[in-house]
T-cell receptor, first 114, second 115 residues
Framework: GENVEQHPSTLSVQEGDSAVIKCTYS??????FPWYKQELGKRPQLIID?????GEKKDQRIAVTLNKTAKHFSLHITETQPEDSAVYFC?????????????FGAGTRLAVHP | GAGVSQSPSNKVTEKGKDVELRCDPI?????LYWYRQRLGQGLEFLIY????????KSGLPSDRFSAERTGESVSTLTIQRTQQEDSAVYLC?????????????FGPGTRLLVL
């Protein structure tokens, strides 16, 4: 069946360090991989996404890498700041059940300590 | 432009009562999704509407849960005979509905507490 696995479930770093969150997916036909950030009590918001025709995408301190052969993608945050503390969710398109449906990972709780 | 809106923002109800949660998607978005998020947990898919197609109800946890959508606009999620385990934040999202794999935009959610 389709699945998106996300690791680690929690991540604690010191301010200024880098943070990496990894996700694996099962459907080889998946073509779109978004990352959402959810701050405490707020809605999930898209922070970066990547399509399957590229291997890496950067936006200031955040980047996403995609390995289609291994079916995994990762979120990289450099020079972390306390405001990066949040829960991060990865997602990939569902193989069935709906053309636009996304399957979400279980989330990673990132804590950045000053 | 306006984002996804949901109402009410908070709802407190007694066990056994019915509740209705409303979602207004972004104008022009043909796809609409409902998720449930229990405290400290991930996004649990409930139901997905795509244009005039039959909705994907595969995530509804029981027959107490139902949802409707009027055309390509407002959607209502109804929970009948609420139970304490229904307490959660109910999130609605919408997307353009034009290609496989596209951004979903979330509403602020409705925080439901069943006493």
């Amino acid at each position: 069946g389709e699945n998106v696995e996300q690791h680690p479930s929690t991540l604690s770093v010191q301010e200024g360090d880098s943070a990496v969150i990894k996700c694996t997916y099962s459907d080889s036909a998946s073509n779109y991989f978004p990352w959402y950030k959810q701050e405490l009590g707020k809605r999930p918001q898209l922070i970066i996404d990547i399509r399957s025709n590229v291997g890496e995408k950067k936006d200031q301190r955040i980047a996403v890498t995609l390995n289609k052969t291994a079916k995994h993608f990762s979120l990289h945050i450099t020079e972390t700041q306390p405001e990066d503390s949040a829960v991060y969710f990865c997602a990939a398109p569902a193989a069935s059940g709906g053309y636009n449906k996304l399957i979400f990972g279980a989330g990673t709780r990132l804590a950045v300590h000053p | 432009g306006a984002g996804v809106s949901q109402s009410p923002s908070n709802k407190v109800t007694e066990k056994g009562k019915d509740v209705e949660l409303r979602c207004d998607p972004i104008s022009g978005h043909t796809a609409l999704y409902w998720y449930r998020q229990r405290l400290g947990q991930g996004l649990e898919f409930l139901i997905y509407f795509q244009g005039n197609s039959a909705p994907d109800k595969s995530g509804l946890p029981s027959d107490r849960f139902s949802a409707e959508r009027t055309g390509e606009s407002v959607s209502t999620l109804t929970i009948q005979r609420t139970q304490q385990e229904d307490s959660a934040v109910y999130l609605c999202a919408s997307s353009l509905g034009s290609v496989r794999g596209e951004t979903q935009y979330f509403g602020p959610g409705t925080r439901l507490l069943v006493l």
